[in-house]
Nanobody, 125 residues
Framework: QVQLVESGGGLVQAGGSLRLSCAASGRAFRPYTMGWFRQAPGKGREFVASIWWIGSNTEYGDSVKGRFTISKDTAKNTLYLQMNSLKPEDTAVYYC??????????????????WGQGTQVTVSS
């Protein structure tokens, strides 16, 4: 099993910043990649960013490129998402996810096998 616990969400004004964290644990924690997704009310789960756990390759969704940065601390088994220049349309529940295999691709939710409970990010205009 893998446990993923997100933190760092909250209410912020447009143009502000937040840093999300995702603490991972469990015997089955052996990610190929780790990712962040988000889901706004009434919408599907949207890819935000992913990072290789070994190596440094990253990918970003088009709507967050240049504003968000994904990073990791492998010694602490912790994933981060630095969010700058936040917009009201960034309002969503943000989830971190674990992808164990190289099957599929890193921007599809079905490729991930474990998920956190999510943390709410609300951006006011």
């Amino acid at each position: 099993q893998v446990q993923l616990v997100e933190s760092g969400g909250g209410l912020v004004q447009a143009g502000g910043s937040l840093r999300l964290s995702c603490a991972a644990s469990g015997r089955a924690f052996r990610p190929y990649t780790m990712g962040w997704f988000r889901q706004a009310p009434g919408k599907g789960r949207e890819f935000v960013a992913s990072i290789w756990w070994i190596g440094s390759n990253t990918e970003y969704g088009d709507s967050v490129k240049g504003r968000f940065t994904i990073s990791k601390d492998t010694a602490k088994n912790t994933l981060y998402l630095q969010m700058n220049s936040l917009k009201p349309e960034d309002t969503a529940v943000y989830y971190c996810a674990h992808r164990a295999l190289s099957m599929g691709n890193s921007y599809t939710a079905l490729s991930y096998d474990y998920w956190g409970q999510g943390t709410q990010v609300t951006v006011s205009s």
